[in-house]
């Protein structure tokens, strides 16, 4: 029997998501030519909280270059959003907040 792997991704992603409780961003491009966007709405849903979801453009292996700028902006933000709600400025966050130390922000974008 042939199973694709457009079969069991969609039910695999939300099987697992729905267990993974550490904060999640996920980035889905109106424009992907493989994976439809409703699924990576339908994973958004199903994700447990802290969540968070960005629409992008560009294709499925060009969307964090084709919007760049957004990409980066809400990596930021949302790093920010955890470290200033995080309670115990625990060793993730922390983590997060040097990865972002390293990325290059577009002009106006502040770092923490």
Known sequence: MYVSCQDTFPTFSLQKIKHIKYPKLIFHSIDDE????EFGKTVFNAAAEPK???ELHGGHNDAFLT???????EIDSFVNRLWSTCTQQCKTCLRLVEWTKKVTLPQGHKKI
């Open 34 to 37: 493989i994976v439809p966007f």
């Open 52 to 54: 968070g979801f960005v």
């Open 67 to 73: 919007s760049k700028e957004i990409f980066i902006r």
